[in-house]
């Protein structure tokens, strides 16, 4: 890494249960500032309609993503919902560092704190809360991309992901979406003014 570590993170890690906002957050930071580089993570889900390869996921059969796992390519990877795989792999971050940027990372609770405690004080990591979990419940069923079981296993896993958001540097709740993405712009020009010209 070439920047001093101990003045500047080198990765911001976006954490929340799915249906809070991170993605939303993710695409709104790294559309105005231009030192963050979104890590394209590996899964092994269907691609959604409006999803693009190689830039919102890297699509993977089972076979690809395991023997990727077998050759140590990730940084960490989850089983996240029986049998799909997600995982972040070490040539994305390597690309972004090697590029002097900052990595941004969209990943579930269990990724990031594994980030976390690889990268230390190198990465910063913000838990997005949603305001409850009724109101998580209404935004994956407005977002009219789950099924229902999908939505349903959503939910049993952001139960116990909304315990978890003392583990994480920051928590954002991301209840007025204007309020929270200004919050956001705010936490970025705090922790990384080193990147800001
Ligand atoms: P995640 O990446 O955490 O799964 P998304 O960014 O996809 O979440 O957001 C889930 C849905 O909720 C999307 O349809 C998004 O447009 C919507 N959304 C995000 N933030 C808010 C908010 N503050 N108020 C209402 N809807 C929101
Ligand atoms: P989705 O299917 O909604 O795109 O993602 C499901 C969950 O997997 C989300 O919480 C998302 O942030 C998480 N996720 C995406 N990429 C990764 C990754 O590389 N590693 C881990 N651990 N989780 C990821």
């Known amino acids: ?52 390869n190689g830039k919102d996921y890297h699509f993977l059969t089972q076979e690809e993503f395991h023997g990727k796992v077998n050759s140590q390519e990730f940084v960490e990877w989850e089983e996240v919902y029986t049998d799909q795989y ?46 409850s979990l009724s109101e998580l419940e209404s935004r994956l069923r407005n977002r009219g991309t789950e099924t229902e079981a999908s939505i349903q296993k959503r939910l049993r896993r952001a139960k116990q992901e909304l315990e978890r958001l003392d583990e994480f540097d920051l928590v954002l709740i991301n209840d007025d979406l204007p309020r929270a993405l200004k919050q956001a712009e705010k936490i970025l020009r705090k922790n990384f003014h080193q990147h800001l010209s």
């Open 86 to 131: 997600y995982g972040t792999l070490k040539s994305e971050v390597q690309k972004i560092i090697d590029a002097d940027a900052v990595a941004v990372f969209d990943i579930e609770v269990n990724g990031a704190a594994n980030i976390k405690r690889q990268y230390k004080d190198q990465a910063l990591c913000v838990y997005i809360a949603p305001p």
């Open 1 to 52: 890494m070439s920047k001093d570590p101990h003045t500047s993170p080198q990765l911001l890690v976006v954490t929340a249960p799915s249906g809070s906002g991170k993605t939303t957050v993710v695409r709104h930071l790294t559309s105005i500032f231009d030192f963050l580089k979104f890590s394209v993570s590996a899964t092994t889900r269907d691609a959604r309609p409006n999803e693009v």
